[in-house]
Antibody, heavy 119, light 110 residues
C-alpha cells in the first residue's frame, strides 16, 4: 500500500525559499512517477511538477519553471520540492502524488502541507 | 494551453443520479480521470481512463468520454457523495507535457 507523508510547509516572505519533503512508502522510485499538485485557498487543483521513475526525468508547470526544483533520495524514500523566489500566488496546500502505473493520472495523494507566502 | 470546463455546481436528491460533465476540445481522444475531494481532505481518484474504477470505489461511480465531453455519473446518490469533483487529462499537444485539471464541480445532495 502506498503512503505519502508531506512536511515542510511554513509561512515565508515573498522572494523567500522553502523545501518540502514527501516520504513515499510503498513506492518504487525506479519505476513510479511522483510529484506535487497544489491547491490555493478556495481554488481548484493545479499540477506543479513530476519526477519520473525511469531516468528521473523532471517536468514542471510553466508557473513554477525556473523557480521550483523536484528531486528524490531513493535511500530515504523521499521526494523533495525546493521552492525559491516564492510569490504570494504560490500560497497553497501542496499535495504529494503518485501517478498511476499505466495512466497519466494521480492514484495516490498525501494529506498535504500548507505553504503561505505573505508579507 | 488545453482547457477543461466544468459547471460550478450540481444539485441532486438522494437516490437520484448525478451527471458531472467536463468539456474540452476533442476530449474524446484523451484519457480522462476524475477525483472526489471532500471538505478539508485530499482528493481521491474515483475513475481513471474514462471509465475504470480503482479498487475500493463503489460501482455507483462510472464514466464516459466522447467528442468534446466527458461525464462522471454517480448513481443512487448518497449524502456522503457531497464533494467537489475534478476531471483531469494529460496533454502534450504543445510539445510540453502538462497535467490539466478541470475547474471543478461542487455536488450538493439536497
Amino acid at each position: 500500500e502506498v503512503h505519502l507523508l508531506e512536511s515542510g510547509g511554513d509561512s515565508v516572505l515573498p522572494g523567500g525559499s522553502l523545501r518540502l519533503s514527501c516520504v513515499a512508502s510503498g513506492v518504487s522510485f525506479s519505476s513510479d512517477a511522483v510529484g506535487w499538485v497544489r491547491q490555493a485557498p478556495g481554488k481548484g487543483l493545479e499540477w506543479v511538477t513530476t519526477i519520473r521513475g525511469n531516468g528521473g526525468i523532471t517536468e514542471y508547470a510553466d508557473s513554477v519553471k525556473g523557480r521550483f526544483t523536484i528531486s528524490r533520495d531513493k535511500s530515504k524514500s523521499t521526494v523533495y520540492l525546493q521552492m525559491s523566489s516564492l510569490r504570494v500566488e504560490d500560497t497553497a496546500i501542496y499535495y504529494c502524488t503518485k501517478e498511476g502505473v499505466n495512466f497519466y493520472g494521480f492514484e495516490s495523494w498525501g494529506q498535504g502541507t500548507l505553504v503561505t507566502v505573505s508579507s | 494551453s488545453y482547457v477543461l470546463t466544468q459547471a460550478p455546481s450540481v444539485s441532486v436528491a438522494p437516490g437520484q443520479t448525478a451527471s458531472i460533465t467536463c468539456g474540452g476540445n476533442s476530449i474524446g481522444t484523451k484519457s480522462v480521470h476524475w477525483y472526489q475531494q471532500k471538505p478539508g481532505q485530499a482528493p481521491v481518484l474515483v475513475v481513471h481512463d474514462d471509465g475504470d474504477r480503482p479498487s475500493g470505489i463503489a460501482e455507483r461511480f462510472s464514466g464516459s468520454n466522447s467528442g468534446n465531453t466527458a461525464t462522471l455519473t454517480i448513481r443512487w446518490v448518497e449524502a456522503g457523495d457531497e464533494a467537489d469533483y475534478y476531471c483531469q487529462v494529460w496533454d502534450d499537444s504543445s510539445g510540453h507535457p502538462t497535467f490539466v485539471f478541470g475547474t471543478g464541480t461542487r455536488v450538493t445532495v439536497l
